[in-house]
């Protein structure tokens, strides 16, 4: 058996867990909810969140940071800053290019890394690489890993990464080797000793063996729970998300079907009218999806803010028996 499966715990459950889905369909909300379910059953959670409007904070009533800040017993959460996580990003490739790059380029690739710093690659660049960071501490210090992550375009981007970083550090490694190749060549010419070791190339290899491993940990130990809602536009985002996902080799786990009017609500025609139209969404839903779970949560009369309404929901994720 090979260290990598060993990650994956005997049971056959999934140990990274996203939460995507159209903006504003809920996914912070089930997110924070299915954490908390997750620590109140005994297993060590982390929480990680991108949302740069601090609302895992707001709906946990905690004022997170960077660093995975305890919430309560067994239950941890993480806010990621994309944008500050990508100056950083660029910082560390910048001090890498002084190594291997002659003095004479080195300005006009710094200024292409400046301007790279503000670009939406740069920061999903800088979130994979946090990420392949917080999931090298589960399972040693996390059992489970709940990501809470931005509209599904962004988070599919995000899956597809691992496979274009390795292309891209790949190349660089074997340019890399060709070079020293050269350069051992010459200095043998020369009469000259082995310097010890390339320290850029061992970061390179470091690089893809990271890659490679957090590729794996996306497709053998990852389970994607796509939030919708019973509307027309979050229902054919979600059937693109799912074929996107399933081609990637990514599992999913169960379509969460968030802000379901209770049926109790069919007071007046207005109420009636939505609730019809709801019905019709909800039947169109199973149908589309066939051979997904489909778990319903209600929509609750306000916005969920609070940690109780939070164990409410938390509450109808263990009963319907989500992993
Ligand atoms: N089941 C529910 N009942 C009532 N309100 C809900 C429910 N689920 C979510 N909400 C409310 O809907 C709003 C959007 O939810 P949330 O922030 O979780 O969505 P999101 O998918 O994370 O949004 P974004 O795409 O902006 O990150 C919030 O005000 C939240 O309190
Ligand atoms: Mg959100």
Known sequence: MTEEREERPASGLR????????????????????????????????????????????????RLTGEPTEVETGLSAVEIDAAADAARYVEGIKR????????????????????????????????????????????AEYDRIVFDTAPTGHTLRLLALPALLSVWV??????????????????????RDEPAGDPVL??????????HHARHRLLEDTTFYLVTVPERLPIEETERALSTLTAGGVHVGALLVNRVLPERAAEGDFMRARLDQQREYLREIERRFTGYRTVRIEQDARDV???????????????????
């Open 202 to 211: 061992e970061r390179l290899r470091e690089r893809r063996q990271r890659f």
């Open 15 to 62: 140990r990274l867990v996203f939460l995507g889905g159209k903006g504003g369909v809920g996914k912070t909300t089930l997110a924070a909810a299915y954490a908390t379910m997750l620590a109140a059953r005994g297993e060590r959670t982390l929480l990680v969140s991108t949302d740069p409007a601090h609302s895992t904070s707001d709906v946990l009533g905690v």
């Open 96 to 139: 890498d290019s002084k190594e291997s790059v002659s003095p004479e380029v080195l300005p006009t690739i710094e200024r292409h890394l400046d301007l790279a710093k503000g670009s939406p690659g740069t920061e999903e660049s800088a979130l994979f690489e946090r990420f392949v960071d917080l999931i090298s501490l589960c399972p």
């Open 170 to 191: 790949e190349g660089m490694v074997r340019q890399r080797e060709k070079v020293a190749g050269m350069e051992r060549m010459l200095r043998n010419l020369a009469g």
């Open 305 to 323: 803010t609070s940690r109780s309404q939070l164990r409410e929901i938390a509450a109808r994720l263990k009963d319907a028996g989500l992993g």
